[in-house]
């Protein structure tokens, strides 16, 4: 964010540069002389001073070359506001990222509790005989992997929290405690058309492209103006303190122009350069729009994955904790071996990590469809507003 508003005060101070080609140009001087004309004269001093004033009247290319800086610095301003955007973007994905990896590491910490109640349950089943050995040593194995994966779980979480953290401007290891507030995350309204054209019509990476392309215009009557002559104004005058001179004070006004014949054909080489940077400029553009078009149908569809995708996880694991519920109940009943209620203990956990971690998976893909259409909001500070004034 601060590099984006540094581009944007130095495309604003480029901007004020090319307005001082319509401002006069004044220059002055002054001087003072000590001579002797002869060694047994008197030392002779006097003193002298000059004043000229410039101004442009028919310098067209001035115009041009101000209209793509303020251009410029226009989608200066723009792609600033489309960084906080993709910070915003970011910011959010990484607190959502934490909040999957704290239900993540909860979860984990529940399966872990009743794998190790089971294991030692089974362990002393098998002690006794009551089931073979191969069931209290698989029994342990599934305690063993829940404690291995909530390690691993935890670990993960450190790096989360580092990456919001280092996203924030701040420290990893600082302190951090998130609410676990996401307030309402609504799909935008509307089929995948209708996406696409309201992307079309406000996305700042369009803008940007607009404005390039409006300034390489700009540049390519610039080169042109290389073939027209220039007309200025300008006023002289000198003063001198000599009495030896005619006139104490002198006035000079006049117009003076200039016009480049022949120079080797460079102009001529720079204005079809600058007409083939336009082209190039244009072509970026036509790439910038279907860039976007595409993003946004990408985006849109991994929305709609995202929210099929958390209803079936859903349904996934109302199915396998009822498997488990029945063969747990038939395995303390001797009706079904105990290997089939531990493998079905296996899989409901599994169905539960998955389940959460798809908990947030429908805001992300939203929030990235947001950016994908530039609708992102950012949040406005008092200080960044007297900074854009």
Same mark, same amino acid.
């Given at each position: 964010?601060?590099?984006?508003?540094?581009?944007?005060?130095?495309?604003?101070?480029?901007?004020?540069?090319?307005?001082?080609?319509?401002?006069?140009?004044?220059?002055?001087?002054?001087?003072?002389?000590?001579?002797?004309?002869?060694?047994?004269?008197?030392?002779?001093?006097?003193?002298?001073?000059?004043?000229?004033?410039?101004?442009?009247?028919?310098?067209?290319?001035?115009?041009?070359?101000?209209?793509?800086?303020?251009?410029?610095?226009?989608?200066?301003?723009?792609?600033a506001h489309y960084v906080r955007q993709g910070i915003v973007l970011q910011?959010?994905?990484?607190?959502?990222?934490?909040?999957?990896q704290q239900d993540t590491v909860a979860a984990l910490e529940t399966q872990?509790e009743a794998a190790r109640q089971t294991a030692d349950r089974v362990s002393?089943?098998?002690?006794?005989?009551?089931?073979?050995?191969?069931?209290?040593?698989?029994?342990?194995?599934?305690?063993?992997?829940?404690?291995?994966?909530?390690?691993?779980?935890?670990?993960?979480?450190?790096?989360?929290?580092?990456?919001?953290?280092?996203?924030?401007?701040?420290?990893?290891?600082?302190?951090?405690?998130?609410?676990?507030?996401?307030?309402?995350?609504?799909?935008?309204?509307?089929?995948?058309?209708?996406?696409?054209?309201?992307?079309?019509?406000?996305?700042?990476?369009?803008?940007?492209?607009?404005?390039?392309?409006?300034?390489?215009?700009?540049?390519?009557?610039?080169?042109?103006?290389?073939?027209?002559?220039?007309?200025?104004?300008?006023?002289?005058?000198?003063?001198?303190?000599?009495?030896?001179?005619?006139?104490?004070?002198?006035?000079?006004?006049?117009?003076?122009?200039?016009?480049?014949?022949?120079?080797?054909?460079?102009?001529?080489?720079?204005?079809?350069?600058?007409?083939?940077?336009?082209?190039?400029?244009?072509?970026?553009?036509?790439?910038?729009?279907?860039?976007?078009?595409?993003?946004?149908?990408?985006?849109?569809?991994?929305?709609?994955? #995202?929210? !099929? +995708?958390?209803?079936?996880?859903?349904? %996934?694991? /109302?199915?396998?904790? =009822?498997?488990?519920?029945?063969?747990? &109940?038939? #395995?303390? !009943? +001797?009706?079904?071996?105990?290997?089939? %209620?531990? /493998?079905?203990?296996? =899989?409901?956990?599994?169905?539960?990590? &998955?389940?959460?971690?798809?908990?947030?998976?429908?805001?992300?893909?939203?929030?990235?469809?947001?950016? =994908?259409?530039?609708?992102?909001?950012?949040?406005?500070?008092?200080?960044?507003?007297?900074?854009?004034?």
């Amino acid at each position: 964010v601060r590099k984006a508003d540094l581009d944007r005060e130095l495309y604003r101070i480029g901007k004020n540069v090319a307005f001082t080609a319509f401002l006069p140009n004044v220059a002055a001087s002054a001087g003072y002389n000590s001579y002797a004309k002869e060694p047994q004269m008197s030392e002779k001093k006097f003193g002298t001073a000059d004043l000229d004033v410039s101004m442009p009247i028919f310098m067209p290319s001035s115009w041009f070359l101000y209209a793509a800086a303020r251009h410029g610095y226009a989608a200066a301003g723009v792609a600033a506001h489309y960084v906080r955007q993709g910070i915003v973007l970011q910011t959010s994905v990484d607190y959502y990222n934490v909040l999957v990896q704290q239900d993540t590491v909860a979860a984990l910490e529940t399966q872990l509790e009743a794998a190790r109640q089971t294991a030692d349950r089974v362990s002393g089943l098998a002690a006794e005989g009551l089931v073979a050995k191969w069931e209290g040593d698989q029994a342990r194995f599934a305690a063993e992997l829940r404690e291995t994966e909530l390690n691993k779980a935890r670990r993960q979480l450190a790096v989360l929290r580092g990456e919001l953290l280092q996203g924030l401007g701040l420290s990893p290891a600082a302190p951090l405690e998130l609410s676990g507030e996401t307030g309402e995350t609504p799909m935008p309204a509307g089929s995948v058309e209708d996406l696409v054209l309201k992307a079309l019509e406000i996305h700042p990476e369009l803008a940007i492209a607009d404005r390039q392309v409006v300034a390489q215009d700009h540049q390519v009557r610039q080169a042109f103006c290389n073939f027209l002559p220039t007309i200025s104004l300008f006023s002289s005058g000198s003063w001198t303190g000599n009495d030896l001179a005619t006139h104490a004070e002198n006035w000079v006004t006049g117009f003076s122009g200039a016009w480049t014949l022949f120079d080797g054909l460079a102009n001529v080489a720079r204005y079809k350069a600058a007409k083939v940077e336009r082209q190039q400029t244009q072509l970026e553009r036509e790439n910038t729009f279907l860039s976007v078009m595409v993003g946004v149908v990408a985006a849109e569809a991994a929305a709609r994955d #995202a929210a !099929e +995708g958390a209803r079936v996880r859903r349904l %996934a694991y /109302d199915v396998a904790a =009822a498997k488990w519920a029945d063969y747990d &109940a038939k #395995a303390r !009943e +001797g009706l079904i071996p105990l290997s089939d %209620a531990l /493998d079905a203990r296996g =899989a409901m956990d599994l169905a539960q990590v &998955a389940l959460v971690q798809s908990r947030y998976q429908e805001k992300i893909a939203i929030a990235n469809l947001e950016l =994908a259409m530039g609708l992102t909001l950012v949040p406005e500070r008092k200080t960044e507003t007297k900074e854009v004034k």
